[in-house]
Structure formats: C-alpha cells, structure tokens
C-alpha cells in the first residue's frame, strides 16, 4: 500500500502561483510514475502532469509551459509549481502514484491522494 498526502492549494487571484506537494509513504517501486490530477464540479478528473521516476515529464497543452512538475525521490515526494493561473485551472487537485513492472508495462499498483482545493479568482 502507498500514502499520499498533499498540500498547499488554496485561493490565488489569476496570474499568481501555487505550489502543491505530495508526500508518499509505503510501498514504493523502483519504477513509477507520479503525477497530478484534477477535477471541477460536473467535469471528469483530468491529467495535469506525469514524472518518472528517472525525471522524464509530461503535460497537457492546456497547462504546458505554466507548470512544471518536479520529484525528490529521496523524500518520495512530487511537486507541482503553477504560474499564471487562470479561473479555469480552479479544481481539486488529486496526487496519484502508480507503480509498474520493470518495463513500464503493467500497473502493479494505483494511489490516490485526499485532493487539494485550488481556487483562482479573476
């Protein structure tokens, strides 16, 4: 089992930042992929960003070239810095973790955090 507990949202006027932690804890595989997720009212969750363990990233043109996602694998511990924040990003931010085979194959396993409130103000 993995813990993830995150931290830092909250409400920002649009064109400040954010910068949201998650701590994980447990059973951690050696390959694994972290990532933010998130959700507003009557929309479905959505991927926000994705890193490897060995640092490679990925986003979504919605948020590409604003955020930046970014792990200490010594403290298990995946951050998301948010600039120029727009309405639109307000959400519940979930932390996830998933862990893979050695070949980033199969999912051995898929963690959620609690979720973090951002709220961005016009």
């Known amino acids: 089992q993995v813990q993830l507990v995150e931290s830092g949202g909250g409400l920002v006027q649009a064109g400040e930042s954010l910068r949201l932690s998650c701590g994980a804890s447990?059973?951690?595989?050696?390959?694994?992929?972290m990532g933010w997720y998130r959700q507003a009212p009557g929309n479905q969750r959505e991927l926000v960003a994705l890193v490897r363990a060995e640092g490679s990233t990925y986003y979504p043109n919605s948020v590409k070239g604003r955020f930046t996602i970014s792990r200490d694998n010594a403290k298990n511990t995946v951050y998301l810095q948010m600039n120029s924040l727009k309405p639109e990003d307000t959400a519940v931010y979930y932390c996830?973790?998933?862990?893979?085979?050695?070949?980033?194959?199969?999912?051995?396993?898929?963690?959620w955090g609690q979720g973090t409130q951002v709220t961005v103000s016009s």
């Open positions: 996830n973790l998933k862990n893979y085979d050695l070949i980033y194959v199969t999912v051995t396993g898929d963690y």
């Open positions: 447990g059973s951690i595989f050696s390959r694994n992929v």
